[in-house]
């Protein structure tokens, strides 16, 4: 099972691979964490897959042109895009949310002496995230139909007291895009239709 999801990522980046690979391999020198694959069965929720440190070294230069202060991961995993982001942003808080066992445990031991980190074992859609009052939500493709998603997010847009929100989407469908009113997209990076990533904004 894991080689068939390994062989579905690697022909869904396929000219692109070499890029890819050549920024996993780089970080992962450097000693970032966050390298687990978590293949789960559940009708809401997709397969931990770690987001490309390709992708998170571009959204890097966008978030430090814009400012947050609260960074909620909607489905942390194995913590590569806290870890990731932590080292950039040391004065910000980070909050990740993970539902399953063995990545939560995981993240648990990597940043048990991170105060600025906070790892949360919770269904996160049931979850009262208001009460963290963000203004940065990281979605690395967590729902199984992009429709729970959009319904999400513009569940945080009614409850959100923050004037300025971010919302990072990674590996969401293009056309998805279109569907989300009230936010204005600032950055849209897509290798194909469905690999990429999009950085919106409320003002």
Request: proline share 2%; aromatic share 18%.
């Amino acid at each position: 099972m894991i080689f068939k999801n390994l062989l579905r990522i690697i022909v869904s980046y396929r000219a692109h691979l070499i890029k890819i690979l050549f920024f996993e391999i780089l970080y992962i020198a450097k000693g970032y964490k966050g390298h687990k694959f978590n293949l789960v069965k559940s009708n809401l929720m997709t397969d931990n897959i770690p987001c490309p440190y390709y992708f998170l070294y571009k959204i890097k230069k966008i978030l430090k042109k814009n400012k947050f202060n609260k960074f909620l991961d909607m489905g942390c995993g194995s913590g590569r895009i806290i870890d990731f982001f932590n080292k950039s942003f040391k004065n910000k808080k980070f909050i990740g949310f993970e539902f399953f066992d063995l990545p939560y445990n995981y993240c648990k031991n990597i940043f048990f002496n991170k105060k600025n980190i906070i790892i949360i074992k919770t269904d996160f859609t049931k979850h009262n995230i208001k009460k963290y009052n963000a203004d940065c939500y990281f979605f690395n493709e967590p729902f199984r139909k992009k429709k729970d998603l959009l319904k999400f997010i513009k569940k945080i847009l009614r409850f959100s007291s923050k004037k300025k929100i971010l919302f990072i989407f990674i590996n969401i469908n293009i056309s998805f895009t279109s569907n989300i009113k009230n936010i204005k997209l600032i950055k849209l990076y897509h290798l194909n239709k469905n690999r990429g990533f999009s950085v919106f904004k409320r003002n």
